[in-house]
């Protein structure tokens, strides 16, 4: 029961469902059209009932991350199957076993920002990850070694694992919307970290540059791990030099290698505000 309704003067909606499961077994209380509308799953999984269903993802992490007092997020983005380096032997190909160096570094990150989080309350700028494998293991795992809390965004994929077991369970959340998960993700950070990854880690990048780009988002720090693997799979100069950017666009993102050039980059941008 909610605070709300244990000061309400309305009957508890918990009780009305536990009414209605002891009601006698007949036609009618059988039927679909009888069951409480909230509490009717076929009914909330129509087609029609999309908008509720959006509303009620983006209300349910909203309400939780409140509760638990979680005011600002360090955002990390990264590849899924990016092992960690005791595992590299077991990557699918020699580049992947040479990223693996990106889980120690996003996990030593985490526990950094953890460790200072924690020095001012543990509620801001808490880490946040898609709650996977890879570069978001690692980067609960940083948290969880500091001893803090950190958040998982999951969404449902086929053959998607579980959460990684590092993400703390009050705050691992479960999504089929991308849209309302990348919400969640961006509401908020104040810094974003972004290691070597694939389509995923790409489209998060692109977004949410473009988000900072057009100004429906505050510029923060905006750091790229892995400043060799960055700048050879996008050529970021000739998209400059094409005009379809502005080169000063290319300030928004800072190149790193490490986790010491990364807080670096936010101490100042912290220090400079």
Same mark, same amino acid.
């Given at each position: 029961?909610t605070?709300?309704?244990?000061?309400?003067?309305?009957?508890?909606?918990?009780?009305?469902?536990?009414?209605t499961?002891?009601l006698?077994?007949?036609?009618?209380?059988?039927?679909?059209?009888?069951?409480?509308?909230?509490?009717?799953?076929?009914? @909330?999984? #129509? *087609?029609?009932?999309?908008?509720?269903?959006?509303?009620? !993802? &983006?209300?349910k992490?909203?309400t939780?991350?409140?509760?638990?007092?979680?005011?600002s997020?360090?955002?990390?983005f990264?590849g899924?199957?990016?092992?960690?380096?005791?595992?590299?032997?077991?990557?699918?190909t020699?580049?992947?076993?040479?990223?693996?160096?990106y889980?120690?570094?996003?996990?030593?990150?985490?526990?950094?920002?953890?460790?200072?989080?924690?020095?001012?309350g543990?509620?801001e700028?808490v880490?946040?990850?898609?709650?996977?494998?890879?570069?978001?293991e690692a980067?609960?795992?940083g948290a969880?070694?500091a001893?803090?809390?950190s958040?998982?965004?999951?969404?449902? @994929?086929? #053959? *998607?694992?579980?959460?990684?077991q590092?993400?703390?369970? !009050? &705050?691992?959340?479960?999504?089929?919307?991308?849209?309302?998960?990348k919400?969640?993700f961006?509401m908020?950070?104040?810094?974003?970290?972004?290691?070597?990854?694939?389509?995923?880690?790409?489209?998060?990048?692109?977004e949410?540059?473009?988000l900072?780009q057009?100004g429906?988002?505050?510029r923060?720090?905006?750091?790229?791990?892995?400043?060799?693997f960055?700048?050879?799979?996008?050529?970021?100069?000739?998209?400059?030099?094409a005009?379809?950017?502005?080169?000063s666009?290319?300030?928004?993102?800072?190149?790193?290698?490490?986790?010491?050039?990364?807080?670096?980059?936010i101490d100042?941008?912290?220090?400079?505000?």
């Amino acid at each position: 029961m909610t605070e709300h309704e244990r000061h309400s003067s309305f009957r508890d909606v918990v009780e009305d469902v536990e009414e209605t499961r002891r009601l006698p077994d007949t036609p009618q209380t059988r039927s679909p059209a009888y069951r409480l509308a909230f509490a009717d799953n076929d009914f @909330l999984l #129509r *087609e029609d009932l999309r908008p509720v269903r959006l509303q009620l !993802e &983006l209300l349910k992490t909203e309400t939780l991350m409140s509760e638990r007092g979680i005011t600002s997020t360090i955002v990390m983005f990264g590849g899924a199957r990016i092992p960690e380096p005791a595992k590299r032997a077991g990557a699918a190909t020699a580049t992947l076993g040479e990223l693996s160096e990106y889980y120690d570094v996003a996990r030593d990150f985490a526990r950094r920002m953890t460790e200072r989080s924690l020095q001012s309350g543990g509620r801001e700028n808490v880490v946040a990850t898609g709650g996977g494998p890879g570069v978001m293991e690692a980067g609960n795992r940083g948290a969880h070694d500091a001893g803090g809390d950190s958040v998982g965004f999951s969404i449902v @994929l086929p #053959r *998607e694992e579980a959460p990684n077991q590092y993400v703390t369970p !009050e &705050l691992s959340f479960n999504f089929h919307y991308f849209a309302i998960r990348k919400m969640h993700f961006l509401m908020r950070a104040k810094a974003i970290a972004i290691f070597p990854g694939g389509f995923g880690t790409l489209d998060e990048l692109f977004e949410t540059l473009t988000l900072i780009q057009t100004g429906r988002m505050k510029r923060m720090p905006f750091l790229l791990f892995g400043t060799e693997f960055w700048q050879r799979i996008i050529n970021w100069e000739a998209i400059a030099e094409a005009g379809t950017i502005s080169r000063s666009d290319l300030d928004l993102i800072s190149f790193v290698d490490s986790a010491d050039d990364a807080v670096a980059i936010i101490d100042a941008w912290d220090a400079g505000r």
